[in-house]
């Protein structure tokens, strides 16, 4: 039963699937590392239990062969006893033939009784010689997953880090997403251009402004030339050119005609 509670671990553990299992976890590395854990464990507790029960069957083995080899010892010393019997019989001394008859009797008795032991022991040797080819294979099997998981783990760490990494690089750039309103980026844009916008308008207000001081210089020159060629006329002078250009507050062609 221990036997085969072993063989069952070991066959469950070298079917399983790695990769499905760690999809399947929360925490990759964590259950990697305790994978790796149970595993060397259970290797260990296999390879005791595969090591004795290849004991166990190297014991039966040497008992068939002791069998084996007792059988052919008796075999052989049947044979011994037939022929002095038969030598003596031949001699004439039935009763010493008689004995070593006896003897060849007993020898081949144990011959048969040995090459029974032998038979009987040969299906459990079978048997166990199957498990033992099994468990081998299966402690194969263990040891080519836990190579397998050892050279997981590292990917796994260097993804799992990877992933966390462009998880923080995605959160960074989420909170600093320019094209969003709401973020500190566009509403410090947005106030630059309320000032640049402020600074033009007082920019043009400070043109017109100018420009109307300039057109009101303009408009003091000519009013005062006029007051100038007037007083000349009055005095006496010769009358202003005609191609003195009219103020703004031009006269009535009426009141030239009344002169």
């Known amino acids: 039963m221990v036997k085969q509670s072993i063989f069952g671990r070991i066959a469950q553990l070298a079917k399983a699937n790695v990769n499905a299992l760690l ?14 854990r149970d595993y060397k464990a259970n290797i260990s507790e296999a390879e005791g239990a595969v090591a004795q029960t290849i004991g166990n069957l190297r014991m039966l083995e040497d008992d068939y062969n002791e069998d084996i080899k007792a059988a052919q010892d008796w075999g052989s010393k049947a044979l011994a006893a037939s022929r002095k019997a038969d030598e003596f019989r031949s001699a004439g001394n039935a009763a010493d033939a008689q004995k070593f008859d006896n003897l060849a009797k007993v020898a081949l008795q144990r011959q048969i009784s040995s090459e029974n032991e032998a038979r009987s022991a040969e299906p459990t040797i079978a048997a166990q010689t199957d498990v033992v080819g099994k468990l081998k294979v299966g402690l194969t099997q263990m040891q080519g997953k836990l190579t397998e998981l ?39 844009e947005d106030k630059i251009r309320r000032e640049e916008a402020k600074v033009r308008g007082q920019n ?5 402004s100018l420009d109307a001081q300039f057109n009101s210089l303009e408009d003091l020159g000519e009013q ?28 009535d062609e009426a009141d030239f005609d009344k002169l």
């Open 150 to 188: 050892a050279s997981k783990r590292n990917e796994l760490i260097a993804r799992s880090k990877t992933a966390d990494a462009q998880l923080q690089v995605n959160d960074a750039l989420k909170s600093i997403d320019i094209m969003d309103p709401t973020s500190e980026v566009s509403r410090f």
């Open 224 to 251: 005062t030339e006029i007051e100038a060629r007037l007083a000349a006329l009055k005095s006496g002078g010769t009358s202003a050119p005609a191609a003195i250009e009219q103020s703004e507050d031009t006269v």
């Open 204 to 208: 043009e207000l400070a043109a017109s």
């Open 23 to 36: 999809d399947q976890a929360e925490d990759p590395q964590k259950m990697l590392d305790q994978m790796v």
